[in-house]
């Protein structure tokens, strides 16, 4: 049942250094696409103030449970299934969303609703983290992330680098402010944004 990722293994120490910074508030943490659950382990023992809700569809929640049973911190929830489709998601509010090496593997519209649920769950002050590659309208693609985005495409066409300028629109859309965009190992970036308003209607 136990899945494990190399990709997880090292990027998690960076991931949490900036998550220490930024998610300094008690309170619940949703993860977003949890994977094989090495990650909610990590975060959960490293954050010890906040409780950290892990999610992901239906087939990865054993590898999750796994990794959660053997690690044994009270402060890590039963994984749950999160369908990003559905209005209803399995919490009503959180403090914090966190979702890493998602929104690239995902559907355009999957971001578009993953974008729109946090907007619906986070209150003024709320903080929603991603993780990944990007590109920028300003500068060219590392050839690193080139390569990478030709294989997501090859693999679904659905898929790829995304535009960070379309994702901070559709934040701003869903009352979030762009609070950091940092630089990290393997032309990844972290980025946060604030909720600060309600939900604005779509022009």
């Known amino acids: 049942m136990k899945q ?4 997880c293994e090292r990027n998690k120490q960076p991931i949490l250094a900036v998550l220490r910074e930024i ?3 008690p309170g619940l943490v949703i993860e977003v696409g949890s994977g094989s659950g090495q990650h909610a382990v990590h975060f959960a023992r490293g954050l010890p103030h906040v409780e950290w809700q892990p999610t992901d569809v239906a087939d990865n929640l054993p590898s999750i449970s796994a990794w959660r049973d053997e690690a ?3 402060n890590l929830r039963e994984p749950l299934a999160l369908d990003l ?4 998601w399995p ?4 403090q914090a969303v966190v979702c890493i090496n998602t929104i690239h593997i995902v559907s355009w519209e999957a971001v578009d609703k993953l974008f729109a649920g946090a907007g619906r769950l986070l209150s003024p002050g709320g903080v929603m983290y991603v993780y990944g590659p990007y590109r920028y309208a300003d500068r060219p693609l590392e050839p690193s992330n080139e390569e990478f985005d030709r294989w997501l495409k090859a693999r679904d066409t659905a898929s790829g680098v995304r535009l960070f300028e379309d994702v901070n629109r559709l934040a701003g859309r ?3 402010m762009l609070a950091g965009d940092r630089a990290m ?3 990844n970036r972290s980025i946060w944004w604030i909720k600060t308003s309600g939900i604005k209607e779509h022009k």
């Open 91 to 94: 919490v009503a509010a959180a």
């Open 4 to 7: 494990s990722s190399p990709s």
């Open 85 to 88: 489709f559905s209005d209803r």
């Open 185 to 187: 190992p393997a032309n």
């Open 72 to 74: 044994g911190l009270v």
């Open 23 to 25: 998610l300094s508030v």
């Open 174 to 176: 869903n009352g979030l």
